[in-house]
């Protein structure tokens, strides 16, 4: 079965950093695009940063020049490497992939960041 687990979260200062990992099984990881998204209290989920079985990548305005999202495929590994952290980056943040051939979309549990002084 498919399984997606996120770790990595934490409480930072603002301009802070952190790294989020996410490793996934169950599917052809290589093969298919991974995303990282976010919940904020009150707030719908936003994606974040995306990137495609080839490496190509996609953030969300607010986030680019800060996150850099990138996978290992030995390790069947999406990273979500942000820097310069804001308050307004605090949420819950999912890992997540639809595989090919398969008929739903998989998120994991959700790593908490929250960034405050």
């Known amino acids: 079965q498919v399984q997606v687990v996120e770790s990595g979260g934490g409480l930072v200062q603002p301009g802070g950093s952190l790294r989020l990992s996410c490793a996934a099984s169950g599917f052809t990881f290589g093969l298919n695009y991974m995303a990282w998204y976010r919940q904020a209290p009150g707030k719908q989920r936003e994606l974040v940063a995306g990137?495609?079985?080839?490496?190509?990548?996609n953030y969300a305005d607010s986030v680019k020049g800060r996150f850099t999202i990138s996978r290992d495929n030995a390790k069947n590994t999406v990273y979500l490497q942000m820097n310069s952290l804001k308050p307004e980056d605090t949420a819950v943040y999912y890992c997540?992939?639809?595989?090919?051939?398969?008929?739903?979309?998989?998120w994991g549990q959700g790593t908490q960041v929250t960034v405050s002084s």
């Open positions: 990137i495609t079985s080839g490496g190509t990548t």
């Open positions: 997540n992939v639809a595989p090919r051939g398969m008929a739903n979309s998989y």
